[in-house]
């Protein structure tokens, strides 16, 4: 009887052929059938004669090829995949948005254990302070940009402290969380609006002094106030004297309407012999943005933007000017040598009101006008008012040439996606700061746009505990300190970027 002898290639080649498909088939079936968690299937088609590599290679290339599959997460740690479930599944909560969480955590430890280092990385190759006062020995760096590139190198060496609230009552310290702080043209007053925990927020100020020996010390004024209403913006006022007044846009909430109050700054403490100055308040339904005028010619005058609409009215006369507009006004900043309100809309346009001109209604008064693609969150106009700055909810920082209505300068990395967050400007340092929705806050050079410094929050990230900043070359009054507040949670930090600092408690590591 004759062996039937196969082709060599053929028999081969259906051998081989069927062991890849079954195997992939018992893959596949591995997956439906292994529950919640099984290890990725490993292959390995080396000739016998090829050495394995090391484990550390094999791992790495291992997960570098991993498949994704869609209701799975691959975990490179423990060599699994893991079902994904609804986030309301008690059975099984791991979710993409848990794993995104996790991953955020990871890092911003990652950055706080990098901020605690003794030394830190330049914020550009071969900065430091050394190089630089070489340089300017030299003659090979001009005296502006030698002060503006060692105020780089000391915003990277920033390192947190934890500042002390004192108050009157210190057997009732402050539990409540921070939600907004804004600081005075000399930054000896911030004024402060903290979340209540039965509901509504409270508000007061706090009062800074710098020690002889380089120390900042900080005190809650006598008197809080509460509402059950929403604090929407705030602005300090100059109306019998430099920031003698604080203007509060307040939402409405449930049978109580919103409103607009001037509250005179003396009202929060019970020490001050002052007489309480103008207090009024407007009923306006819902107020968006505040800004106050610092031009002599409407030097008494306020706007609120609101729904649709723009009211500038005059503190102490009440004369009221108003502006229809077809969006919401959130955003609002005025120029300082010419009466000229900036607003930053809902829809992304930004325009221009000269006060100058009377309201009409074909827009004709409209001086300016450009748009971003987004929401505008915040509006700044610059010493040089030929320039403005403008963020958006598309995570966009764009400088404006207002001449032409053209960008000229973006600044990127800032993050946000829906939230109202402000920006703030030192042009004395030459910064640009913004806290994005990912609780970063972040500091660019003015000038160029570069990134120097992105600092994490101390507190895990959450959209309701986004922290608040005010940043000034004096903390505390004309000798005070420079250097960066931040208020989050029921805590104040505070980033010097004095070498000399000195703190009575201890250092934040």
Known sequence: MKKWKWPKDRRYGWYRGNRQRSFSDEQWHGYNDAGPSHRAPQRDNRPAHVSSPPASSSSSNSNSGVQELPGFYFDPEKNRYFRLLPGHNNCNPLTKDQLQEKEREKQRHQRLAEDEKTTKKAPRTGLNTSLLLQKRHLGLLPENSYCRLVHEVKVSGMRRHKLEIQSTDNSNPNTDNFRIIVGDSVCERVFTVNDVSHGG????????????RGSLSVEMCDNLYFTNRKVNSICWASVNYPDSHVLLCLVGAADTPGCVSLLPASLFSNSNPDQPGMLCSFKISTAW?????????FDKSFSTGLSRRVIVKDAETGRTQTYGVGTDVLAQHFALRVPVLFNGCRSGEIFSIDLRQRGRRDHSWKAKRFHHESAITSVRVLQDENYLLAADMLGQIKMWDVRVTKP???????????AYLPIHVNEHEGLLLAVGQDCYTRL????DGHLLRTIPSPHPAANDMIPSVVFSSNLGGSRGLPGLLMAVRHDLYYFPYNTDYQEGGELCL
């Open 201 to 212: 927020c409270k508000y007061g100020i706090m009062n800074f002094s710098s020690g002889s």
């Open 444 to 447: 660019w050079s003015l000038k």
């Open 408 to 418: 000229v300068l973006e600044y990127k990395g800032h993050n946000n996606e829906h």
């Open 289 to 297: 943005s505040c800004a106050w005028c610092l031009n002599p010619q």
